[in-house]
């Protein structure tokens, strides 16, 4: 089947919902239709086996053509990340990958050894950014693939996911970044273009306490009176934009309103 003819999947996984979608690509336009399903709160939000049997009976009754290309963003709440500090004395990836199991071992413990990692791309003198996913869960996705006759064409965390495709949007010197979604937040600072630090926290409920928290300790890690205060918010209502715009921040949508209620959608 021709790449222009061949359907494309989008699907989101999360703890709390799951949604696929189904683009179907003609000569002149694309067809596009989506379906969602709730899922019960569990006492884990990082166990991602009951959105993966939820995607499984989407796409059972989706019935899309073989070969379709499922692209899948999963959540934060799956996600562990560790920002790498620069080393002279790392030399090459197989070294820089090492250090970032190191990194995560030391944050997570063993369970770290049963992840894949990932890192984005380097440049010298700069920090890089490692993203862990548990490998049972890309190897489950890949079952599901190949049992539904699917290419599994992408995966990718729902926070690099907007980091990557909002990069040229996301403007000046020093910003920071943040995304609320399932219950956690994800706070990135960069610097000249390149990312300097990030952290993941559950919101306990309260997005804009968390991440005003999250934003003071980076700040006081910083030790800068003078860091931006500009800050690209994705995911929070407008009534908590408002209360971070009270708290002294200048608040800049990270993607459009109109795209924001899509994805939502």
């Avoid at 189904?22 to 019960?40: D, E, M, P």
């Avoid at 790498?84 to 990958?97: G, I, K």
């Avoid at 715009?245 to 990270?254: D, L, M, N, S, Y």
Wanted: net charge positive; glycine share 8%; proline share 5%.
């Amino acid at each position: 089947m021709s790449p222009w003819w061949r359907e494309r999947l989008p699907a989101e996984l999360g703890p709390l919902e799951v949604r696929l979608g189904r683009v179907s690509r003609g000569s002149r336009k694309a067809a596009v239709s989506a379906a969602q399903r709730q899922l019960a709160p569990s006492g884990d939000p990082q166990d991602w086996r009951a959105a993966l049997a939820a995607l499984d009976e989407l796409l059972v009754a989706l019935k899309p053509a073989a070969g379709a290309g499922l692209e899948v963003r999963l959540s934060n709440q799956f996600v562990r990340y560790s920002m790498l500090p620069w080393s002279d004395e790392l030399r090459s990836e197989a070294e820089v990958h090492a250090f970032a199991r190191h990194r995560l071992r030391e944050t997570y413990g063993g369970v770290a050894d049963d992840w894949a990692v990932s890192l984005s791309a380097g440049w010298p003198g700069k920090p890089r950014l490692a993203g862990a996913i548990e490998q049972s869960l890309l190897d489950a996705l890949a079952a599901l693939a190949q049992r539904t006759r699917l290419k599994l064409a992408s995966i990718e965390p729902r926070f690099s996911a907007l980091a990557d495709r909002r990069r040229r949007a996301l403007k000046g010197a020093r910003f920071w970044l943040a995304q609320s979604e399932s219950g956690r937040i994800v706070l990135a600072r960069a610097d000249k273009g390149q990312w300097e630090s990030l952290v993941s926290a559950r919101d306990g409920g309260a997005p804009v306490t968390a991440l005003l928290s999250l934003l003071a300790a980076e700040r006081f890690a910083m030790d800068d009176d003078q860091a931006s205060r500009r800050l690209y918010c994705d995911g929070f209502p407008a009534g908590d934009e408002a209360a971070l715009a009270a708290a002294g921040w200048e608040i800049v949508p990270a993607q459009p309103r109109e795209a924001a209620a899509m994805a939502a959608a």
